[in-house]
């Protein structure tokens, strides 16, 4: 049965009740406050829900994740990365990130990243919860991602690109630093052939619980501002 989460509670259901068709469905209701969704992720769970929609929490099983040793980068993408065409940096503009991860894209009608998302994110990122990854060519904006980092692990939200593999060298070059700063997971939530083809797959709820119980409050070296 699907659980409907109160406004004036942050608890949710255990992940053995997640739905399994949709997969992953865990509750609906409840806010985008920050401790809620704080709260959330910690749970191994996060919002996903289009417009018009009562705000839907998920907990996939199988869960997509990367782990940072197993990276793959392509010869392709590894020349473009050796030529450094592209200047990457952490938290230089997260807005202009949220925004850009927003807009209309190609394979898709609407978005899920409503404007009351952006807003929890960016209060997210001005609590110093939420991070993103700029991509510049030449002083131009051409693409990025954003995300979560709590303890030892990174929650990957959505990701852009406006040139040819810009995508995947922010990334790419924020798997390797990850990696440099202790982090030991990376979570990619849902598949797509985009990831899979970074390395990415799928691993069982179950495990992917345990490394939040193992890793959540664990310390890292991180340091954002690059």
């Known amino acids: 049965m699907l659980t409907w989460l109160k406004r004036d509670t942050l608890t949710f259901p255990p992940l053995t009740k997640a739905m399994r068709e949709p997969n992953g469905l865990l509750a609906a209701g409840g806010d985008l406050s920050p401790d809620r969704l704080i709260k959330a992720y910690r749970h191994g769970c996060f919002p996903w829900f289009s417009e018009g929609q009562p705000i839907l929490w998920w907990s996939p099983d199988p869960r997509t994740v990367l782990f940072p040793d197993e990276l793959h980068v392509s010869r392709s993408l590894a020349k473009l990365l050796r030529q450094q065409r592209y200047q990457v940096t952490f ?3 997260f807005v202009s990130v949220i925004h850009a991860c927003a807009g ?5 009608d609407g978005t899920w990243i409503t404007d009351n998302m952006q807003n929890a994110y960016i209060e997210l990122h001005a609590r110093g919860h939420a991070h993103s990854v700029e991509v510049w ?3 131009e904006l051409v693409g990025g991602l954003y995300g979560l980092a709590m303890g030892q692990l990174f929650f990957g939200e959505s990701m852009f690109s406006r040139a040819d593999n810009a995508s995947k060298v922010g990334f790419a070059t924020l798997v390797k630093q990850l990696q440099a700063w202790g982090f030991v997971l990376i979570d990619c939530q849902m598949p797509t052939h985009h990831l899979h083809s970074l390395g990415a797959r799928a691993i069982p709820r179950q495990q992917f619980a345990d490394y939040l119980r193992g890793h959540l ?4 070296t991180a340091t954002w501002v690059l």
């Open 91 to 93: 938290d230089r503009d």
């Open 104 to 108: 209309p894209r190609r394979d898709a």
């Open 137 to 139: 060519d030449n002083g």
């Open 217 to 220: 409050d664990q310390p890292t």
